[in-house]
């Protein structure tokens, strides 16, 4: 299913998702990445959690793509998420 997931991104859906990345600092970022853990695992047990701690905009698109696979993080929602908080910034 992540596979699926990943697939209906389209090619500009994944690249605005590495723009708007870039568009937040590192603190920003690994804030927005603790939204996705939260996201991913609302219905599971165990508390998800990555170990990317520099914030980079390499490392924390790595850690979606991760957390779409292994959890099944919608990467709609996550785009969605991504862009509300640019434009909460203004950026």
Do not use: H
């Amino acid at each position: 299913m992540a596979l699926e997931q990943i697939g209906l991104l389209e090619r500009d859906e994944k690249r605005d998702l590495f723009v708007l990345l870039k568009r937040l600092d590192p603190r920003e970022r690994l804030d927005y990445l603790a939204w996705a853990c939260r996201e991913a695992g609302r219905n599971r047990p165990d508390k998800v959690t990555v170990t990317s701690s520099t914030g980079t905009e390499r490392d924390v698109w790595g850690d979606l793509m991760s957390l779409t696979f292994a959890y099944d993080l919608d990467p709609r929602a996550a785009l969605a998420e991504l862009v509300r908080r640019v434009r909460r910034l203004g950026r």
